[in-house]
């Protein structure tokens, strides 16, 4: 657990550092972006080699897609909730 803070931390040290040079940035968002695939990619062949996981995809299917469904509906919930107390009038003022 420490080695993840302590990087998370040098992470953010790198970041602040470099936050004005643009080309950096674009290349650092090239590299996250292709690193976020290959992680999908990855865990998608350790899906497929859960035999288990794999038998019991249609059930997990279906859980996955309520439990999918409810929080994109409880984001979008609470996202209207705060619009409306902190947001709404804010807009007519200007």
């Given at each position: 657990?420490?080695?993840?803070?302590?990087?998370?931390?040098?992470?953010?040290?790198?970041g602040v550092s470099i936050r004005h040079k643009k080309k950096v940035i674009?290349?650092?968002?090239?590299l996250v972006t292709i690193s976020v695939y290959l992680l999908l990619f990855?865990?998608?062949?350790?899906?497929?080699?859960?035999?288990?996981?794999?038998?019991?995809?249609?059930?997990?299917?279906?859980?996955?897609?309520?439990?999918?469904?409810?929080?994109?509906?409880?984001?979008?919930?609470?996202?209207?909730?705060?619009?409306?107390?902190?947001?709404?009038?804010?807009?007519?003022?200007?």
């Amino acid at each position: 657990m420490w080695i993840i803070l302590g990087l998370m931390t040098l992470g953010m040290i790198i970041g602040v550092s470099i936050r004005h040079k643009k080309k950096v940035i674009k290349q650092v968002n090239k590299l996250v972006t292709i690193s976020v695939y290959l992680l999908l990619f990855l865990l998608g062949i350790s899906v497929g080699l859960n035999d288990e996981l794999v038998s019991n995809l249609d059930t997990l299917g279906v859980h996955a897609l309520i439990i999918t469904l409810m929080a994109v509906l409880g984001s979008v919930l609470l996202a209207s909730l705060v619009y409306h107390l902190y947001f709404r009038n804010s807009n007519h003022e200007g």
